[in-house]
């Protein structure tokens, strides 16, 4: 199932994508109360199996009905969140693709490279991000898979790792190079406002099966400069989940940005280094996931 979150000025709603159709959720609830169904992306997560199961049934019966259409939208018609709104931690997991690691002349880690952005940083698909040109004038492109964590999680084996995933999305992990560097510590120069597009959609983990052989990509203005596949990360998605839930519970709702591949402008000698400007358009594709898609602008 792919999962959406509607933007109504500022006020989100549920959504889920059939085909080229976007059924709205909390329209239809409005007209056809269920409080089985959860018209909030959080309360679904947080509900587990019993509350996706009665989202599917609800749909399989809205979409047989001869009123369906009254909440049901083109893609086009709607203004789309962050496909995870209010995520109690936002993970990041540094330098994890063997080539991205190679072409920053960075060492292979030992250990996963734990860092960590802020729910300001959130924004949809198609939304406007603005370069914060004031404090930094190098900001890059990061494509990358989301873990979205769908059940309460501590201690959790390698092997059982991805049955405590809900989904997974895209992410364009926006980094402001000459802030991240400024010190030690990642944290400026990735949590400046907007630095997280999140979407367009939240994919079900069944219609993922293995997270570890997708192809993903990021192309600016149409020119593709990240090519990869997910295959290429040093820790896979069960060893990252497995190796964060030893340290911390993660729970529903939570999301684990899981690297880039290389590809991005940090990769490129000095002298040709060209980084975000306003009017560019970035898109992140992931196999299975859709595509990502958001412009820069001035502040």
């Not at 239809?28 to 509350?51: F, N, Q």
Request: aromatic content about 6%.
């Amino acid at each position: 199932m792919k999962l959406l979150m509607i933007d109504r000025n500022g006020e989100y709603g549920l959504g889920v994508k059939l085909d080229d159709r976007i059924v709205d959720i909390r329209a239809a609830l409005e007209i056809w109360p269920d409080p089985r169904v959860p018209s909030d992306i959080m309360d679904l997560i947080g509900g587990g199996a019993e509350a996706l199961a009665a989202l599917k049934n609800y749909l399989r019966q809205l979409t047989s009905s001869e009123k369906a259409d009254i909440c049901i939208t083109s893609e086009h018609d709607i203004q789309f969140g962050p496909c995870v709104t209010r995520p109690n931690k936002i993970i990041c997991i540094g330098l994890n693709y063997r080539k991205h690691a190679a072409e920053t002349n960075a060492a292979i880690p030992e250990y996963p490279i734990l860092f960590n952005k802020l729910n300001n940083t959130l924004t949809g698909h198609l939304q406007d991000v603005q370069l914060p040109e004031r404090v930094s004038s190098e900001v890059d492109y990061e494509a990358e898979l989301v873990i979205v964590m769908g059940k309460t999680t501590k201690y959790a084996e390698i092997d059982e790792a991805l049955d405590h995933v809900f989904g997974y999305s895209c992410v364009n992990d926006l980094s402001a190079r000459d802030l991240q560097f400024r010190t030690h510590q990642w944290l400026l120069g990735k949590s400046c406002d907007g630095f997280s597009p999140l979407g367009p959609y939240l994919v079900t983990a069944d219609e993922v099966e293995d997270p570890n052989n997708l192809y993903i990509k990021c192309l600016i203005n149409g020119e593709v400069r990240q090519h990869s596949n997910t295959s290429d990360m040093i820790f896979r998605c069960s060893e990252i989940v497995s190796y964060v839930s030893r340290h911390m519970t993660l729970d529903p709702g939570d999301i684990i940005l899981t690297g880039t591949p290389e590809g991005v402008v940090l990769g490129y000698p000095k002298e040709k280094r060209v980084y975000l400007r306003a009017g560019d358009v970035v898109t992140v594709e992931i196999e299975k996931l859709g595509r990502l898609t958001n412009r820069m602008v001035s502040e």
